[in-house]
């Protein structure tokens, strides 16, 4: 299954998964263009799968300010950008709830992503899915610049409050 650009912007909007579950952010923040695969079986730990990819513009905002003279997508953006497809894989999985946050183990940037990269991929492998008392997903996940992995999180976790 794959999500379209026009599906992103939904997922943004709030009422792809339903109101009150997941949903990406908007505008600056929405860190990814489409999802090119989602799964529930796949990945290295055959639990869930989910790949997507954002196009770099020399234009995006971030790269005027961070840094001044020397431009380079702030990693932590990647990492926010991993959080966000955690969180729609528990929302394409059906748990209810809006996505948060939880934490990650590690994380390992071995890479820089600048103004002339065409575009980068993420991907989510999923470890553990958590239904109750809370959803909760958990997994690790990667960036990748012309195939190579840049950024890598160990143990994302995020997970899904009511209300």
């Not at 079986?41 to 196009?55: H, M, R, S, T, V």
Request: proline share 4%; with cysteine; aromatic share 10%.
């Amino acid at each position: 299954m794959r999500f379209s650009n026009t599906d992103i912007i939904a997922m943004s909007e709030g009422d792809f998964f339903g109101e009150g579950n997941a949903q990406l952010p908007s505008d600056e923040m929405l860190m990814m263009d489409e999802i090119s695969h989602i799964d529930d079986f796949g990945g290295q730990y055959n639990k869930g799968l989910l790949i997507a990819n954002l196009a770099i513009r020399p234009d995006h905002w971030f790269f005027a300010c961070h840094f001044k003279g020397d431009p380079v997508m702030p990693g932590c953006l990647g990492l926010d950008a991993l959080w966000q497809l955690l969180g729609v894989f528990l929302g394409w999985s059906g748990l209810p709830g809006k996505g948060r946050a939880l934490g990650v183990a590690k994380v390992r940037f071995s890479g820089q992503i600048y103004p002339d990269a065409k575009s980068i991929e993420y991907q989510i492998h999923i470890k553990r899915i958590i239904k109750k008392p809370l959803g909760m997903g958990i997994a690790d996940g990667f960036v990748l610049l012309n195939g190579d992995v840049i950024y890598e999180a160990t143990d994302l976790k995020v997970g899904l409050i009511k209300g």
